[in-house]
């Protein structure tokens, strides 16, 4: 099974500021990754897919980068909105598995 | 507007049976893998299972193989999830979801608890 860790756990920022979230696949994954974001009693919304490729309706101050086992989610200034829990996720081999999140609050 | 809705949670004792199903609208469903996805209260994401486009060909991970199925109705447009054999750790938010590999919408999700 390929796991993900994602780093940090928790990241506290600002609006306005810029977020940086890591994404390491303990064997590569090529670039078969997609970040969701997650909100408080809702589903997770996709945001990238394909290590970098914006899902549908998703704003351009979200990019997604890399590949093999090293991926990151930036966020380029943050909208009140945004602070939410985000998670990583790979299709490269079953079972597909998820990150175990990364936590952005307000700081 | 594509929609994804779940029913069928709700309490079960250990042991137990539980079928849960998911009414999919505004897509073309017979063109889509789908998944379950689900979430334990306060934890992260895990991957259930999903089935293919047919119904042919599905996946499981290992701590529900064997005692749950996915299946499919094209006819109606519902997907399915037989839980069978039922523990305290499937506790969970079980998430429908459009999508074999990457997840491009999910239903609201519906509670499942296993618990005496």
């Known amino acids: 099974e390929i796991v993900l860790t994602q780093s940090p756990a928790t990241l506290s920022l600002s609006p306005g500021e810029r977020a940086t979230l890591s994404c390491r696949a303990s064997?590569?994954?090529?670039?078969?990754l997609a970040w969701y974001q997650q909100k408080p009693g809702q589903a997770p919304r996709l945001l990238i897919y394909?290590?970098?490729n914006r899902a549908t309706g998703i704003p351009a101050r979200f990019s997604g980068s890399g590949s093999g086992t090293d991926f990151t989610l930036t966020i380029s200034s943050l909208e009140p909105e945004d602070f939410a829990v985000y998670y990583c996720?790979?299709?490269?081999?079953?079972?597909?598995?998820f990150g175990q999140g990364t936590k952005l609050e307000i700081k | 507007e594509v929609q994804l809705v779940e029913s069928g949670g709700g309490l079960v004792q250990p042991g137990g049976s539980l079928r849960l199903s998911c009414a999919a609208s505004?897509?073309?469903?017979?063109?889509?893998?789908m998944s379950w996805v689900r979430q334990p209260p306060g934890k992260g994401l895990e991957w259930v299972g999903n089935?293919?486009?047919?119904?042919?060909?599905?996946y499981y991970v290992d701590s529900v193989k064997g005692r749950f199925t996915i299946s499919r109705d094209n006819a109606k447009n519902s997907l399915y999830l037989q839980m069978n054999s039922l523990r305290a750790e499937d506790t969970a938010v079980y998430y429908c979801?459009?999508?074999?590999?990457?997840?491009?919408?999910w239903g609201q999700g519906t509670l499942v608890t296993v618990s005496s």
């Open positions: 979801a459009r999508g074999g590999g990457t997840v491009s919408s």
């Open positions: 505004g897509f073309t469903f017979t063109t889509y893998r």
């Open positions: 089935i293919k486009e047919d119904g042919n060909e599905k």
């Open positions: 064997q590569s994954v090529y670039t078969s």
């Open positions: 394909d290590a970098s």
């Open positions: 996720q790979q299709r490269t081999n079953w079972p597909y598995t």
